[in-house]
């Protein structure tokens, strides 16, 4: 891959072992942290290729749970200003490039290669009657007591649910969301509405909710954890913290969820991992 990333380029390929996504995802942003902290010291700095295969959605995307490199990548670049770029494909095609790599984000597939830009996009037209909540027996939405969760669970019932459970690591509301529990309990029958306590990353907490649930579910994840760090104080500590709620609870819901008549499933991010940012 010299062809592409230069003679004096660093080249760390992120890659998964079937059926060990998870594990697997965690490792390859550890070390690409390491990597990244070992070069913002260095001067002159060294350029750094990350390269990713399916994280990115145009056409394969089997290798979504590696995407947090991207993001790594982009803090990377705005926080340390470290010539860090980042290429999906695989290292076939991407050695068949006759290009230099300029671009700081690059996909690459069979047929054509792709780059980010920002264009103009009308929103796609609704289905017809918009959507309505009521076409689940119940919704789940993990992080529900907080400020995220809580705003979805009103949503939900403005729109229709007929049941929702907010869960939460620790199974009670926190004390800022007390005016906000009462609007919702009082938009709907107490009985229907109910906060249970669920470790999202803990598998056998998750089966034990869906096992309360309908048979027709709404799927809303947005359990997560701060854990805000420039680059020198992150750690594989600090990655495990914010990982394991987010990342591997979403991966726990899609699995448990396979066996299930889904009627949505929404995962929230942070638009910091799309642009990037410091912290």
């Excluded at 697997?24 to 700095?45: I, N, R, Y």
Aim: aromatic residues 4%; hydrophobic residues 50%.
């Amino acid at each position: 891959l010299l062809g592409v990333a230069g003679a004096s380029s660093l080249l760390l390929a992120v890659a998964t072992q079937r059926g060990q996504q998870a594990r697997d995802a965690l490792f390859g942003l550890e070390a690409a942290l390491a990597l990244v902290q070992a070069q913002s010291t260095k001067v002159p700095l060294s350029p750094m290729l990350l390269l990713t295969r399916g994280t990115q959605l145009s056409g394969d995307a089997h290798g979504a749970m590696h995407a947090g490199a991207w993001g790594l990548g982009r803090a990377a670049r705005t926080e340390a200003m470290l010539p860090v770029r980042c290429i999906d494909g695989s290292a076939a095609l991407v050695r068949e490039l006759e290009m230099p790599f300029l671009e700081a984000a690059l996909v690459v597939r069979l047929y054509a290669c792709f780059v980010a830009r920002i264009a103009h996009r009308r929103p796609a037209a609704s289905a017809a009657g918009g959507f309505s909540a009521r076409t689940a027996g119940g919704h789940l939405v993990s992080g529900g007591t907080s400020g995220l969760g809580m705003l979805t669970g009103r949503w939900l019932v403005q729109n229709g649910a007929r049941s929702i459970v907010l869960a939460s690591r620790g199974g009670v509301l926190a004390r800022t969301m007390s005016t906000e529990w009462e609007q919702l309990r009082s938009s709907v029958p107490s009985r229907l509405v109910r906060v249970e306590r669920c470790d999202t990353a803990e598998p056998s907490h998750i089966r034990r909710l869906m096992a309360l649930t309908h048979r027709s579910l709404g799927v809303w994840h947005a359990a997560g954890v701060l854990a805000d760090a420039v680059l020198p104080k992150q750690d594989a500590a600090t990655f495990v913290r914010v990982c394991a709620p987010k990342m591997h609870g979403a991966w726990t819901l899609q699995l448990a969820g396979a066996s299930m008549a889904l009627t949505v499933s929404v995962l929230f991010s942070s638009i910091a991992a799309l642009l990037g940012g410091s912290g």
